[in-house]
């Protein structure tokens, strides 16, 4: 793609908007940068990214000034493509791409990319590993942290691109066209950002709208949107099951995970190989498993991966032991659903951290999940009262507040019984108390490693 005849605005002046720019920039293209928040220190982002150093900066309002001068707009993922600015650009003929646009565009090579409300990361980070063991060139991007745009000018015809994808970076796709996609599960989540489970379910199902027949979509069959869905595609279905035995596809079978296929039932691994708990994580092996296999990977290359692979940070991650304690960190486990999968990891009684931003989420079925495993909530952040009155509606009084993360660390710790698990995992966003999942979880680690 030829981009020297257009001009560029790049909205948002994060990790994400700095690669797209310079993406950009590398390529030949003429770029301006754009930023909501008229306080941003200009000058202490120039010393911060030299490289962009004569891309002008246009914060608040001032971007009207040249807005009439954009062809291409490329939105970071936390940019609602329903706000204002966006449905200005939009009425100006502007064309409205998102990050993971402009990379599919600007780079090259096969790509592999995994949606899904949980499990993305583990499964992204498990076949990247695996792919790496079988191609020279391999790129792990998307929303596991490493913007496609940062690796997107190093990209070659061989290159597999292995890529997580989030729904808000579906929304602003045209052209994008993985070889191989998969769609994980699909329950509530961002309705605040979606509106509707509709929108959000349209978004997530989008990853396979440029696939085309021959191409392959890994779906989680007991899923029933997913499982209805895939019966709609033209293109070569691969399921997964944790339920039940399938005819054609993977599944749990007791300690086993199977792979029916052209008439043949072969055992690929016993999950007691695996260095992940959880029958969730059964479930994103499986998935690795069918798009390693659909991008030609031998088997006895994907197992040898499956058994080298550990859990991913901040997803259900051991931590030490404090008198016999286990601390585990799930910080990643933001929404209630994730939430889930984290207690049922568990194998004994457990003291859970929970709360956090409100996502307009309901917590009606996490609470249930407790079951006798979870002897007390300690909640933290604005969600913490929403859950409390949950917790009252289904019967669950052992619950207590906490103003920071440090105190609910120190009511949990003195809580927990020899034997017990202290285990962070919110089911809600870290924003408000902190900067991301990620500071969330490093600073329970931190914290919790210093524990006397």
């Not at 499990?119 to 060139?137: C, P, Q, V």
């Not at 994808?165 to 066209?177: P, R």
């Not at 509709?198 to 989008?206: G, V």
């Not at 949990?412 to 902190?434: H, I, K, N, Q």
Request: glycine share 8%; with cysteine; aromatic share 8%.
């Amino acid at each position: 793609m030829n981009i020297s005849a257009d001009t560029f605005i790049v909205i948002g002046t994060g990790k994400s908007g700095v690669a797209a720019c310079e993406l950009l920039l590398n390529k030949g293209g003429n770029a301006y940068l754009y930023d909501g928040n008229e306080q941003l220190d200009i000058d202490s982002f120039y010393k911060k990214n030299p490289q962009l150093a004569e891309v002008k900066i246009y914060l608040g309002d001032s971007v009207n000034e040249i807005l009439d001068k954009v062809d291409i707009a490329i939105l970071s993922p936390g940019v609602p493509v329903d706000s204002p600015l966006v449905e200005d650009m939009k009425s100006r003929g502007i064309t409205i791409w998102g990050e993971i646009e402009l990379a599919y565009r600007l780079g090259a090579g096969r790509v592999v990319a995994i949606t899904g409300t949980n499990g993305k990361t583990t499964t992204t980070s498990l076949t990247g590993e695996i792919m790496a063991r079988y191609f020279s060139d391999v790129k792990v991007v998307g929303n596991i942290g490493i913007p496609y745009t940062a690796l997107a000018a190093d990209m070659t015809d061989d290159t597999v691109v292995v890529a997580e994808i989030s729904s808000f970076q579906l929304e602003t796709i045209e052209e994008f066209a993985p070889k191989v996609t998969a769609i994980l599960n699909i329950t509530p989540d961002h309705l605040n950002r979606h509106h509707t489970m509709e929108k959000y379910i349209e978004a997530k199902e989008s990853i396979t709208t440029n696939q085309k027949p021959g191409d392959v979509c890994v779906l989680n069959y007991e899923d029933d949107v997913l499982r209805e869905f895939g019966q709609s595609l033209d293109l070569d279905v691969v399921y997964f099951s944790s339920e039940r035995k399938l005819e054609n596809g993977l599944y749990l079978s007791g300690e086993e995970i199977r792979y029916s296929k052209n008439e043949m039932d072969e055992l690929v691994i016993n999950v007691n190989e695996l260095n992940i708990l959880g029958k969730h994580n059964f479930e994103n092996v499986m998935a690795a498993v069918a798009m390693a296999d659909a991008m030609g990977v031998p088997m006895d290359v994907i197992v040898q991966g499956l058994k080298s692979f550990t859990a991913v940070e901040h997803r259900i991650e051991f931590v030490c032991t404090k008198n016999d304690v286990d601390f585990y960190n799930d910080s990643k486990g933001t929404n209630p659903d994730a939430a889930i999968k984290g207690i049922l990891a568990m194998n004994r009684k457990t003291v859970l951290i929970g709360g956090g931003y409100d996502k307009d989420s309901e917590y009606d079925e996490w609470i249930e999940s407790f079951g006798d495993k979870v002897i007390k909530l300690v909640l933290i952040g604005q969600t913490k009262k929403k859950i409390a009155k949950c917790c009252d509606k289904h019967g669950f009084k052992d619950y207590v507040f906490a103003e920071t993360l440090e105190e609910a660390i120190d009511i949990s710790y003195e809580t927990a019984r020899p034997g017990d698990a202290v285990l962070l995992s919110p089911a809600c966003a870290s924003w408000g108390m902190f900067d991301n999942y990620e500071q969330r979880g490093d600073i329970f680690k931190e914290y919790v490693r210093n524990l006397g």
